[in-house]
């Protein structure tokens, strides 16, 4: 085969799908299920309303719009984004940030957010309204896509954990716990463990898990429209803190559940289920939508992001090892990145000019 995707979650799937769709011949390998690590705990978010000018919102501009023109069965709704300011110092600066995104290409608009949302509370200062915010039902997606890559002649291969790479004249030798694959190129989209696949190649990336937990609701009347979230989840995501970090975001699904997030610590591959998190989300939410106060909880779940120390995720070929192609490090922006990542990767597989310049993304950059 041409390509070797390790990684069956959502960025594995977008590479598989564009490599296939222009012809490369792909296989795809993963130690679990399709979309079961990080693509299973998200919330499906493609924003462009948390992203600061650079390189980032650039991949997001792009990503929006190839995720537009793609074709699936996965609940794909341009529902629109509420940033919310509660005083007029935070209204100030999320102003000042939607004009420098605006003259990016990113479309804002200044609204009173309760007339987007009247079950907000009356407590706010101001918001900033982004029609380009959309969201996805990952699992969906990831599915979907590498359907629509299988049909195009990939190879999908599950329960088959990574054990070691080794390059062989032109071919890379794959060594699973299921037998040996080979390919010429090998794509590193496997997410948290990321930085565990680049060092099989011998060319480190510091891609570390973030924990986060999700809280969903019993399913209710369409009473939150939009994806809703505090001015300070910005600042959050951009946080290097290795603490407990919750700002809160909500957002309604097709389902009539309401999706509560979002937390941020680095606490290594800890599982541990922790109440008192649950217990601060819930209150932000309730802050923010004091309706929630008599809506039961379904359940609570949590996932890792792929967290990369400068907040960018780790995209191209890499130098010290050239039949390696990284894609992963997009910590909780994995989702919406995904699309542009996989059209990219497989630009530069085939000797095409990328539509961005991949050297914000360079894998050795940590050097």
Request: net charge negative; glycine share 10%.
């Amino acid at each position: 085969m041409d390509v070797l995707v390790i990684g069956a979650g959502m960025v594995g799937a977008a590479c598989a799908y564009y490599c296939a769709t222009v012809g490369l011949g792909v296989g795809v390998v993963d130690r679990g299920a399709v979309a079961s690590g990080t693509t299973s705990a998200g919330e499906g978010n493609i924003l462009v309303s948390d992203k600061d000018p650079g390189p980032e919102l650039d991949l997001a501009l792009l990503s929006v719009r190839l995720w537009a023109e793609l074709d699936g069965d996965f609940e794909l709704e341009a529902k629109g984004g509420v940033v919310v300011a509660r005083t007029p110092e935070a209204l100030a600066g999320l102003t000042e940030l939607a004009a420098k995104q605006r003259a990016c290409g990113v479309v804002t608009e200044t609204v009173d957010p309760r007339e987007l949302e009247p079950c907000l509370t009356p407590d706010v200062a101001g918001g900033v309204f982004y029609p380009q915010d959309t969201q996805v039902q990952p699992m969906l997606a990831a599915a979907s896509l590498l359907r629509a890559a299988r049909a195009r002649g990939a190879v999908v291969r599950t329960g088959a954990e990574v054990l070691e790479l080794r390059r062989d004249k032109d071919i890379t030798r794959v060594r699973t716990s299921a037998g040996e694959l080979s390919a010429r190129w090998v794509v590193n989209a496997a997410g948290t463990w990321g930085g565990a696949v680049a060092m099989l190649a011998g060319a480190p990336v510091p891609v570390l898990p973030r924990r986060g937990f999700i809280l969903v609701t019993e399913p209710l009347p369409p009473l939150v429209r939009h994806k809703v979230y505090s001015a300070d989840y910005v600042a959050n995501v951009a946080s290097d803190d290795a603490g407990l970090e919750t700002s809160v975001v909500v957002e309604g699904t097709r389902a009539g559940t309401v999706l509560i997030g979002a937390s941020r610590e680095r606490v290594g591959f800890d599982r541990t289920f922790s109440l008192p998190v649950v217990r601060k989300l819930a209150a932000q939410a309730v802050d923010l939508f004091p309706f929630l106060a008599e809506v039961n909880l379904l359940r609570g779940y949590l996932g890792f992001r792929p967290y990369c120390p400068d907040h960018l995720p780790v995209i191209g070929p890499d130098p010290r090892v050239p039949w390696l192609v990284h894609a992963c490090g997009h910590e909780g922006a994995g989702i919406g990145l995904a699309a542009a990542t996989g059209h990219l990767v497989a630009q530069t597989l085939t000797g095409a000019t990328p539509d961005l310049d991949l050297t914000p993304f360079r894998p050795d950059r940590f050097a």
